[in-house]
């Protein structure tokens, strides 16, 4: 499975991270420290819709599965 890490102000996709688990993929982004109020994480990213997320497919893939 895999999640999306983003700007809370701008939506744009900064990281996605591969994991197991919901749990392995948010204990990362846990680890890696982002602040909250200016990163999000999502399992939904709802690319190209109203109010989804933006990306250009250059972007940081971390993977912590097993």
């Given amino acids: 499975m895999k999640a999306y890490i983003y700007k809370v ?3 744009e996709v900064i990281a996605e991270i591969k994991g197991d688990d919901n749990k392995s993929i948010e204990a990362k982004f846990d680890e ?3 602040d909250t109020d ?3 994480l999502t399992y939904s990213p709802a690319f ?4 989804g997320l933006i990306t250009d497919g250059d972007f940081e893939v971390i993977d912590v599965r097993g």
């Fill in 48 to 51: 190209d819709t109203v109010d």
């Fill in 38 to 40: 200016e990163y999000g």
């Fill in 32 to 34: 890696i420290g982002y």
């Fill in 9 to 11: 102000e701008t939506k």
